[in-house]
């Protein structure tokens, strides 16, 4: 086994299956891309980020049971047991094996607090032969507001064919499209704000049409739809907008990860990507320390009583730099200070009377230069982490001072840093801290509405201002994001007939109202639609200086970033 060649987290549920079988991946499923089996005979897989050279044949892969979605590039998805990671790490053509992680998914007012009516009457743009893709929850394909115009389905849940980005899910057309179903009701609402079509709550390019995946939200799967809904768009001849809703932490938030590499690299002309920067703005999921030579530093976070199976860390540090990492229990039970294990397994095992501590130190990871360790916490046996204050215990051995960046990651998105580890900055991660996406920050249009029962409904929320779930940024490597903000807060949209929906949210039997990042990007997506009508060579980078050249902060000079606000709220009169 080349451990140097698995990315730690990676790696530590390698280690647990190993040591424990495969029980212990149960609690790796959701973080890590562990497929359970349809049968007991059968291998626990994984789906799996390659890296290699952009022209490397990996046919030969196939004896070990690999199935590899891509023939070329740099960074490919793949599907293989588990165990063939051992021989797969032997392979000389392999350069880094990384997991693929499981993402979260992320209007009657709003468009005219952004000057939307405006520009729409003033340019006639509807996004008539634009595309719109749409990567989420699926679609309901029913609802009028998109009737005629949604050209195909990738389903990635469903079992089929699959298509040339890769042999798994169908691909539905027609009057087939009905078998893909919206039963969690996101991607329907985030369809509706960028394209509807209806009188009362139209969307922002009513006449653009629909390329949607239904995904299983595993960022290597998603990585395929982006390839997809590009290589559809291509053959069509038509410029397409791409619209990602979705997010998560386990990366390095400087866009180095996977995922964002492969948006960077599918962008270009005629082929924009839109993403959400996230909903945690009031959650303290990032805890930030300065570290000065030759010295220790803890960080606390908080694990709320007997609702969490494992714990992770996420922990990100400069290359120039060399630490070490212990783990102190509420009870007062520590793990012996771990340094950077570059020549053997840098997965170490620690039993503590009150937990199990699992600590991955490897050598600088090549995708960005920089350190990343990660930290594994279960409870002992069958019992769940042991609530309470735990401290991250990190001890500078370099001659120069250092900044440390950590996230918390658990199965239920209650761990959170407390005292002075809590930093409210750097929560943008994949797919949002790409370059070349067009990162979307919520402002708060509206926060009242009233129901399908008659009942008016208040969210608590400042009016007229950014919205205080919002992430913020900027990057980890000091990159501008996010990069605007657009409405998102109680956004009228459509509703997906499968969708066991809250009829408090609901408008009516057609529409609901949602809130978040998820409903801001996909006005932004349209205006994006309405432009690539206008010219469809509009390439990210202009469409991006654009945007923000047209968005402001209120009370602040022109051109003025803000980690919250990005460069402000769009205004789209003045596109």
């Not at 789906?47 to 960074?75: K, M, T, W």
């Not at 180095?256 to 990507?273: F, M, N, W």
């Not at 797919?431 to 009233?450: F, L, Q, R, W």
């Not at 990057?475 to 408090?504: F, T, V």
Request: a negative charge.
């Amino acid at each position: 086994m080349r451990h140097d060649k698995l990315s730690p987290g990676l790696l530590l549920a390698y280690e647990d299956y190993q040591n424990e079988g495969e029980q212990a991946l149960t609690t790796h499923r959701r973080s890590l891309g562990i497929i359970a089996p349809k049968s007991a005979v059968k291998p626990t897989k994984s789906i799996v980020f390659l890296y290699c050279e952009p022209d490397a044949d990996l046919s030969h892969l196939e004896q070990y049971g690999i199935r590899i979605n891509q023939s070329s590039g740099s960074v490919r998805t793949a599907f293989l047991p588990i165990q063939a990671l051992d021989a797969l790490s032997e392979e000389d053509v392999i350069q880094r094996i990384k997991p693929s992680r499981k993402l979260h998914l992320r209007m009657d007012v709003a468009p005219g607090k952004v000057k939307l009516p405006d520009f729409q009457t003033k340019t006639g743009l509807t996004g008539k032969g634009v595309l719109i893709g749409v990567i989420d929850s699926g679609i309901d394909p029913k609802h009028p507001a998109f009737a005629g115009r949604i050209l195909r389905i990738w389903d990635q849940t469903l079992p089929g064919p699959g298509v040339k980005e890769g042999d798994y899910g169908a691909e539905f057309t027609g009057e087939q499209m009905t078998v893909s179903q919206d039963t969690n009701g996101h991607g329907t609402h985030v369809a509706g704000i960028a394209a509807g079509a209806d009188e009362t709550y139209p969307g922002v390019a009513p006449e653009a049409e629909l390329i949607i995946v239904k995904s299983d939200l595993q960022d290597a799967h998603i990585a395929d739809a982006v390839r997809y809904v590009f290589r559809v768009a291509t053959e069509l001849g038509r410029p397409i907008v791409l619209n990602m809703s979705l997010g998560g932490h386990a990366d390095a938030h400087d866009g180095s990860d996977s995922l964002s590499r492969i948006i960077d690299a599918e962008t270009g002309p005629g082929k924009i990507v839109c993403c959400a920067a996230g909903n945690e703005g009031n959650d303290n999921i990032h805890g930030q320390a300065n570290i000065p030579a030759q010295k220790s530093r803890g960080m606390r976070f908080n694990v709320p009583l007997n609702q969490v199976g494992i714990v992770w860390l996420n922990g990100w540090y400069d290359a120039d730099s060399e630490l070490e990492i212990s783990v102190r229990s509420p009870n007062g039970f520590v793990t012996p200070y771990q340094k950077i294990i570059a020549d053997d397994n840098p997965t170490q095992k620690y039993q503590l009377p009150d937990s199990q501590v699992e600590i991955v130190t490897p050598a600088p990871d090549k995708g960005n230069g920089d350190h990343n360790f990660f930290v594994q916490i279960r409870g002992n046996g069958p019992s769940p982490v042991m609530g309470g204050i735990w401290q991250l215990r990190v001890r500078n051995t370099s001659n120069s001072d250092t900044r440390l960046d950590v996230w918390t990651l658990d199965d239920h998105s209650s761990v959170f840093f407390t005292g002075k580890s809590v930093k409210d900055c750097v929560k943008i991660g994949s797919p949002g801290a790409a370059s070349s996406a067009i990162t979307v920050a919520a402002y708060t249009t509206k926060v009242e509405y009233t129901d399908i029962d008659g009942q008016v409904r208040d969210m608590g929320l400042e009016l007229d201002t950014i919205s205080e779930f919002s992430s913020e940024g900027p990057l980890r490597n000091d990159g501008q994001k996010p990069d605007i903000a657009a409405p998102g807060a109680m956004i009228a949209s459509a509703l997906s007939s499968n969708a066991n929906s809250d009829r408090s949210m609901m408008i009516n039997s057609k529409f609901v109202v949602m809130a978040g990042t998820s409903m801001a990007t996909p006005f932004v997506t349209g205006v994006v639609a309405l432009l690539l009508q206008r010219d469809p060579n509009l390439d990210p980078a202009t469409v991006k200086n654009l945007l923000r050249k047209n968005s402001s902060i209120p009370g602040k000079p022109p051109g003025t970033f803000d980690s919250k606000w990005g460069f402000g709220l769009i205004n789209v009169g003045n596109l």
